[in-house]
């Protein structure tokens, strides 16, 4: 492994961690709301939701796969939020830090 890969996989483990970090935030509140299933580690559950995405997205901009724009958000943050069990009228709300789930691409 060179240092070039080293550290694109490093940048790339930041980003994830920082993200689920956001996301987790967002699913404790909806816990703690009574929204979402209290059993959920909020990070062990950002961090799948989030590697799903990734690999959509990976799949679509990187290896060629023609699925539309507004068709993948619209899956992607569909899949998201059925995870989750969250009521879609509480989809829309953000959490505290000030995301919310199904906006996940853009």
């Known amino acids: 492994v060179t240092v070039a890969e ?3 996989a490093e940048w790339r483990l930041e980003r994830s961690r920082e993200f689920a970090r956001r996301a987790a935030v967002d699913i404790a509140s ?13 990070v062990v559950t950002a961090r799948s939701l989030s590697s799903m995405v990734v690999r ?10 023609t699925i539309a724009y ?3 958000v619209a ?3 569909r899949l998201w939020v ?5 009521p879609v009228d509480a ?6 830090s000030g995301t919310c789930a199904p906006v996940l691409i853009g």
């Open 6 to 8: 080293r550290t694109v």
């Open 30 to 42: 909806w816990q703690d709301r009574g929204l979402v299933d209290q059993a959920l580690d909020p």
């Open 56 to 65: 959509m997205a990976y799949f679509v901009y990187a290896v060629g796969d």
């Open 70 to 72: 507004e068709d993948l």
């Open 75 to 77: 899956n992607l943050s």
């Open 82 to 86: 059925n995870a989750l069990r969250l």
């Open 91 to 96: 989809a829309g709300a953000t959490g505290p």
